[in-house]
């Protein structure tokens, strides 16, 4: 008992000189049907220091908030008598984890931290955080995270790409029209890490009714996830085996995405999400091989040989002619782009968004834009490109 006694020493003290950081109850067995974990940390509301407890079940959190006195006693009753078997308790700078064996006694260890944790009491950021925490099971599943939600140290860049991902796209999917039910396809959507982060971030913090699928061509990758999706509680998130180019989709498009998919599999998804007319498409191109072919075909013959003559330029050449041309297409069929970095160049090259949202066009507009695309493709020498072609826009320089 004595790691149980250390267990309350902590805890008085950690919530006494605000040093309570998380606190994390796990492997439930007790008798209320769906909870699994409980989360407890400090908080500052009006002003007032509180405890707040989230009950995640297995659909559903639910977040009660006490004060300290009595938070500290609804607290201890869990450890005692709720049915948790696992206790993580995080202060700034002593973490004490404790299970209970099978001769139900508390066993465990307490250590001092080498790195001191930070103290978050914000209340609001809490909420406005885009994933709202990084406890959930697909995360665990996905082996970003350990048991006790904690992210793994080799999983930090990929839990920031997550978060930054749903942090860009935020504004875009708040803009999306909400009397409806929303239909995703993410296209070349690998191990699913992003396609899970937007599945949670619209149904948990949007609350928005969505289905969500991942096409994906890799059979391994595509049961994997539909058996993370599964444990996971999301019902309407699901993977299918199959190609970016061959995908019918068997209801109209809302929110088209492609991450880091192929060459000119991210042109045939473009293509999809035009043909469907969907709100909102967001690509993030991987390599240019197509253009970076046609831009080798003439590199002698136009004016930027003194360039294109580096490997490299004619990599970035081809990268930046390709997504520009994308955005050009986008544009004549009304839709307004931006584009971004989306993760630091530090990580990878391969680090450009497209994020286009379907407003209107006017046909003077589009006779300007074929124009401008006719005389980009001249100036470089460039046959074709795959998008332009799918859209037989085949955009010529009038002679
Ligand atoms: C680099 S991974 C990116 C995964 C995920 N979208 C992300 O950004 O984290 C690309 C994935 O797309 C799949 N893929 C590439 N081309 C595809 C195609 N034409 N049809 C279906 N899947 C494709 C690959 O198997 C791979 O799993």
Same mark, same amino acid.
């Given at each position: 008992m004595a790691i149980y006694q250390d267990f309350i020493e902590l805890l008085k003290e950690s919530i006494k000189d605000r040093k309570l950081v998380k606190l994390t109850l796990s492997q439930y067995r007790g008798q209320e049907i769906g909870l699994k974990n409980l989360y407890v940390k400090l908080v500052e509301i009006k002003r007032e220091l509180k405890m707040s407890f989230v009950y995640r079940y297995e659909t559903r959190d639910i977040t009660k908030n006490f004060s300290l006195r009595e938070g500290f006693d609804v607290l201890v009753e869990a450890v005692h008598?709720? %049915?948790?078997r696992s206790v993580v308790l995080q202060s700034i700078d002593e973490q004490l984890e404790m299970q209970m064996n099978k001769k139900a006694e508390w066993a465990g260890s307490k250590k001092v931290l080498s790195e001191s944790k930070e103290l978050n009491l914000n209340h609001d950021k809490q909420k406005e955080?885009?994933?709202?925490?990084?406890?959930?099971s697909y995360l665990h599943d996905l082996k970003l995270t350990d048991s006790a939600g904690q992210v793994y140290k080799n999983a930090q860049d990929k839990w920031k790409q997550i978060n930054h991902y749903i942090e860009i796209l935020s504004s875009s999917l708040n803009n999306l029209p909400n009397d409806q039910s929303l239909r995703i396809v993410d296209m070349?959507? %690998?191990?699913g890490y992003l396609t899970f982060a937007l599945y949670d971030y619209l149904q948990s913090t949007l609350k928005r009714d969505v289905s969500v699928v991942g096409v994906e061509f890799r059979q391994d990758l595509v049961e994997l996830c539909n058996r993370i999706a599964e444990r996971a509680g999301f019902q309407q998130l699901h993977f299918e085996e199959g190609t970016i180019e061959n995908y019918q989709a068997n209801k109209k498009i809302d929110v088209l995405i492609a991450l880091h998919a192929c060459d000119t599999a991210t042109d045939d998804a473009i293509y999809k999400g035009i043909q469907d007319e969907a709100s909102l498409i967001v690509v993030a191109p991987c390599c240019h091989k197509q253009v970076r072919r046609e831009l080798e075909r003439v590199k002698v013959k136009n004016d930027l040989d003194f360039m294109t003559q580096y490997g490299v330029f004619m990599e970035r050449h081809a990268e930046m002619l390709t997504d520009s041309i994308r955005a050009l297409i986008l544009n004549y069929y009304g839709y307004e782009t931006k584009v971004m @970095?989306?993760?630091?160049? @530090?990580?990878?090259?391969k680090n450009v968004m497209i994020v286009a949202e379907r407003k209107t066009v006017s046909t003077e507009q589009q006779l300007i834009i074929l124009e401008k695309l006719a005389r980009l493709k001249d100036y470089y020498g460039l046959g074709y490109q795959h998008l332009e072609r799918l859209c037989q826009l085949n955009a010529e320089v009038s002679k």
């Open positions: 008598f709720k %049915g948790f955080r885009k994933l709202q925490d990084a406890s959930k070349g959507a %690998g191990k @970095q989306f993760i630091s160049d @530090q990580h990878t090259p």
